[in-house]
């Protein structure tokens, strides 16, 4: 199938399978159609139907509430019937020949591992290698469920042929309990990516700031990894604040500690709890780690006064602790493009 997309500053065309979701046409075949969450939350893909017809795979979707009017759709949910012709508001450009550009392809669950009581860390082994950039996320749907979901990669590599996830349980969350329910190990999933623009490059040459909620440290390992890899932290700053409940909910301490040992003082890393204060002897088995209490940005805050100018922020995890890291960063003057982040909606 053809399809037209008229953006505000020029036409692109390009050939969309059957039953291939048209945002994911289009960005796999080079073209920057706008896009946050990939999997119907955001209402960021809108686009208007100027001719032709579509099919709606997800006509409850949350993102449809930003829709403006009866002819407007989510790209990321829908298919085209035939050739279509479409409108977005915005520009679009041809993909960055530097980013990755996102492709399809199948992989299986290799392994799953019980971080906490309601987190699993699972890698998944890829039929086809994938180049990604650290803090970026992929599409992941298994035959049982519909719809896709945004997991963020916790590992970096190029032509990487397992990618490494951590995945929250929701309570009533369909793929999520579908994991925590029974083993999974060797289920065929499918794999849409890599996607997002909270992407860490050694290039980038500010201090860093990453402020994650719970299974929002996916994305943070990735950029540990990128960074301690490149030396990142001889020549700049990295503050990492990651908010969990309790020293129960908290996972990956031993991991980051060793990040901290490989890459010296100029990485700190606090963790920061919400419910209940860590004890002593917690805080003395991790020494190289520094504990806070209270809501991670609010510890963010804390800790960063003064120290905000010039840095590059990556946020993620729970929408509301994004939102308010978010604020909290606009209001201390940090351009929104130094702003990155992915919510977890
Ligand atoms: C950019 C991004 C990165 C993310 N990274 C992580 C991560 O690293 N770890 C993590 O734990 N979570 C992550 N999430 C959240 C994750 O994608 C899921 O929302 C969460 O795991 C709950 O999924 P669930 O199936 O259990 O819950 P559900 O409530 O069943 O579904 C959650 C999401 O799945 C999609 N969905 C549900 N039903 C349908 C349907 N019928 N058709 C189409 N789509 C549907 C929607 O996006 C919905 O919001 C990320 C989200 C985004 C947007
Ligand atoms: S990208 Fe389609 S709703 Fe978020």
Not at 116 to 136: H, P
Not at 176 to 203: H, I, K, M, N, Q
Not at 215 to 240: K, Q, T, V
Request: hydrophobic residues 45%.
């Amino acid at each position: 199938m053809k399809i037209q997309i008229n953006a505000r500053n020029r036409a692109h065309h390009f050939d969309a399978a059957a039953g291939e979701k048209i945002l994911c046409a289009g960005l796999a075949r080079g073209i920057g159609l706008p896009y946050e969450c990939g999997s119907g939350t955001c209402g960021t893909c809108r686009a208007r139907l100027v001719a032709g017809q579509i099919e709606d795979g997800w006509a409850e979707a949350p993102g449809r509430k930003y829709l403006k009017s009866a002819d407007e759709f989510l790209m990321c949910q829908c298919t085209a019937v035939g050739d279509l012709a479409l409108e977005v508001t915005g520009f679009v450009e041809d993909l960055d020949p530097a980013v990755c550009v996102p492709a399809a392809c199948k992989g299986r669950i290799r392994e799953t591992r019980l971080l906490t009581r309601d987190v699993i860390e699972l890698s998944i082994d890829l039929d086809a290698a994938l180049d990604f950039d650290a803090g970026q996320f992929v599409l992941v749907s298994v035959a049982a469920i519909p719809g896709a979901r945004g997991w963020s990669m916790v590992n970096h590599e190029r032509h990487a042929r397992t990618l490494r996830f951590v995945v929250k349980r929701k309570p009533g969350g369909r793929l999520s309990d579908w994991l925590f329910e029974t083993p999974r190990e060797g289920c065929e999933v499918e794999v849409f990516g890599p996607l997002g623009s909270a992407t860490f490059y050694p290039e980038v040459a500010k201090n860093i700031l990453c402020i994650a909620g719970g299974s929002g440290i996916a994305g943070m390992m990735s950029i540990l990894e990128r960074a301690a890899a490149s030396n990142y932290f001889d020549r700049h700053d990295g503050d990492l604040f990651f908010g969990v409940r309790t020293m129960a909910d908290a996972f990956y301490l031993e991991e980051l500690a060793a990040y901290r040992a490989r890459s010296g003082e100029r990485l700190r890393i606090t963790i920061v709890l919400s419910e209940q204060p860590a004890s002593a002897a917690e805080q003395a088995a991790h020494s190289l780690l520094r504990f806070d209490t209270g809501f991670v940005h609010e510890a963010a805050a804390r800790h960063m006064q003064g120290r905000l100018q010039g840095v590059r922020a990556y946020l993620a995890g729970p929408a509301p602790a994004v939102d308010a890291s978010v604020r909290l960063l606009l209001m201390a003057r940090v351009p929104g493009s130094d702003i990155r982040y992915d919510k977890f909606s």
